[in-house]
């Protein structure tokens, strides 16, 4: 049961009935201990403030969940000119040392020996049951170290999971380091009109910045930056690690660029963003008691380490790709009011079926899509269900994912 303080704060934070952020995502990272103690701030807390950034409390972080705009109009920036989202909270980190591909491959699915240097990809962190740990993304540059970034709400059990692993490693006469990154802030620009903004910023051609790639770069004139072709809303766009002094001046100097529309935009927006590409949010649609291959997430498990069988609950995620799990999770349209986490899915006969991990009505489509565990057997696109809501039941019906079409940047 949630606090009366906690109560008060979630009514504070109440967002247009289509965005599941407060009452779902935020409502797993907030207690009335976050409301007592002082949240976490990011160094553009206070320009979030002075630009009419309404901010809450998210994974022990203070964040702005939508501007003065609102949500809906967040979201419409990104999918139609440039966003700006504040994704500090994140953890970056690095590994060093030479035996540091060894350490990561033996914590997850990734084969990133086979990783061209300055490229990476999305990886699931395992434990030993075939669970997920985390999502993260991993990124092998040129340099001496692989560069690392994993969510905000996993940050104090990723830390923990990798330095007790790192121990054991190194006991072993292993040769690696792992370095969490205090210096830099991170800022997600997505949207169509990231290339022709960014362009006039940096040396490089961005053209040759392919989806999961990286390069180290002076972006607005401000050294010492990371620029990565990757995102979660299905949009192009990039991530920009940079130094936490020039953060606010970055933000700044692309809000005023005249080649393309920029504005800002926060968790709601994001929210919204990734289920219509049909990203997961891990505590929502993956945890540690979901496999890879329940989630749909089977294509993080490299071809080499499926033959060499040597990642963390191999021999339980090994054995669910050939016989199939006994659930997936899937993508499902509804009519009536929209479901949220949590809501029930039913059969014909009114049997209950599964649970609705995320949802929201989605502003492009102007239909309600959610993300949910079913039985393998129902999983198949066209299948037809009921979604419970409020005591009453809406037709839903499997479909396939992303809901909207992603538009990375492959150059293919």
Same mark, same amino acid.
């Not at 994974?59 to 501007?67: D, E, N, R, T």
């Not at 490693?169 to 292993?174: A, D, P």
């Not at 022709?196 to 990286?214: A, C, K």
């Not at 502003?363 to 809501?389: C, E």
């Given at each position: ?199 006039? %910023?940096? $040396?490089?051609? /961005?053209? =040759? @910045? ?13 050294? &010492? ?87 963390? %609950?191999? $021999?339980?995620? /090994?054995? =669910? @790709? ?13 009519? &009536? ?76």
């Amino acid at each position: 049961m949630a606090s009366p303080a906690l109560m008060r704060t979630m009514t504070r934070c109440s967002l247009p009935g289509w965005c599941s952020i407060p009452r779902i995502q935020l409502c797993k990272y907030m207690s009335s201990s976050d409301l007592d103690a002082d949240l976490k701030k990011t160094v553009l807390h206070d320009f979030h403030i002075d630009n009419g950034g309404k901010m809450v409390p998210f994974a022990g972080w203070s964040m702005p969940v939508q501007y003065k705009a609102g949500v809906l109009n967040e979201h419409k920036q990104c999918r139609e000119h440039g966003a700006i989202f504040d994704v500090s909270h994140m953890l970056q980190s690095k590994l060093h040392g030479k035996d540091r591909v060894k350490f990561i491959e033996s914590l997850t699915v990734a084969d990133v020996e086979g990783f061209k240097e300055n490229s990476g990809g999305l990886s699931l962190l395992m434990n030993d049951s075939g669970g997920i740990i985390d999502d993260l993304i991993i990124t092998k540059t040129d340099k001496d170290y692989l560069y690392i970034v994993s969510n905000a709400g996993c940050a104090d059990k990723d830390q923990a999971h990798i330095l007790e692993r790192l121990e054991e490693f190194q006991s072993k006469g292993h040769d690696v380091e792992f370095e969490p990154i205090w210096d830099k802030a991170l800022i997600a620009f997505q949207g169509p009109a990231v290339v022709r903004v960014l362009q006039e %910023g940096v $040396s490089f051609d /961005l053209n =040759q @910045l392919t989806f999961m790639t990286t390069s180290e770069a002076t972006v607005f004139g401000i050294p &010492g930056c990371r620029v990565t072709r990757c995102g979660y809303t299905g949009e192009d766009g990039v991530e920009i690690s940079v130094p936490k002094g020039d953060a606010v001046a970055l933000v700044m100097k692309l809000m005023e660029s005249k080649a393309g529309t920029v504005g800002l935009a926060g968790l709601g927006a994001r929210d919204s963003l990734r289920l219509e590409a049909g990203l997961c949010l891990y505590g929502n649609d993956i945890n540690d008691d979901t496999t890879p291959v329940e989630a749909n997430l089977s294509w993080t498990i490299a071809k080499r380490r499926r033959k060499q069988a040597d990642f963390p %609950g191999a $021999s339980h995620v /090994l054995q =669910q @790709l050939k016989q199939k799990p006994s659930r997936r999770r899937v993508g499902l349209i509804s009519t &009536g009011a929209p479901a949220r986490q949590g809501a029930e899915l039913v059969n014909d006969s009114s049997t209950p079926v599964g649970t609705v991990t995320s949802g929201c009505p989605s502003p492009l489509l102007k239909k309600n899509i959610m993300m949910a565990y079913i039985p393998q057997t129902l999983a198949k696109p066209g299948n037809q269900l009921s979604v419970r809501v409020r005591n009453k039941t809406y037709p839903a019906e499997v479909v396939k994912m992303p809901f909207v079409p992603t538009n990375y940047f492959t150059a293919k």
